[in-house]
């Protein structure tokens, strides 16, 4: 059972012989009253403080564990950006790789192609010198034969005989 400062002011003591006087009681009675009034006061106003501040409390809890979450997701994207990066320069490196050998293949294809047209172009080149040589030696043994100079000849005095 509580006391409140209701009690407190209407107390009454019963009066015996040579109790205390009763101005001093009722006097000590409206002090302790008044102060009691001001306690119970001043614990409601702390327990609503309190009850204040647990809510608040339970909103940072909230808070913190909301926080808390977001960052472990936020730590678990960047992991899945991280892997998808990886995966994703992987797939880059295997076809930068792929295409280099391609271009590599294209280039040994070019240069064996172009040095097999420069052989021929080369054979070709030696056949026309040989034809060429034939043809010029032909024309020097023509030439040294001196027969050419009797027909000349020839064919000079049958322009004389007839004109």
Do not use: C
């Not at 006097?27 to 204040?52: G, H, T, Y």
């Not at 809890?61 to 950006?81: F, R």
């Amino acid at each position: 059972m509580s006391i409140t400062p209701m009690d407190i002011q209407n107390k009454e003591f019963t009066r015996a012989f040579r109790g205390y006087r009763q101005e001093e009681v009722d006097e000590f009675l409206d002090r302790v009253a008044k102060e009691f009034e001001r306690v119970m006061k001043e614990k409601l106003s702390l327990e609503e403080k309190n009850a204040l501040l647990e809510e608040k409390l339970a909103q940072y809890q909230k808070l913190e564990n909301t926080l808390h979450n977001s960052i472990i997701v936020a730590q678990e994207t960047a992991e899945d950006v991280k892997r998808n990066a990886n995966k994703e320069a992987e797939l880059i490196r295997r076809e930068a790789e792929k295409e280099a050998r391609r271009i590599i293949d294209e280039a040994r294809y070019k240069a064996s192609r172009i040095l097999a047209e420069h052989e021929e172009v080369y054979k070709q080149a030696q056949i026309f010198k040989l034809r060429f040589r034939s043809f010029i030696e032909a024309q020097l043994a023509s030439l040294e034969l001196e027969d050419w100079l009797q027909v000349e000849n020839d064919e000079e005095h049958e322009a004389r005989d007839i004109g």
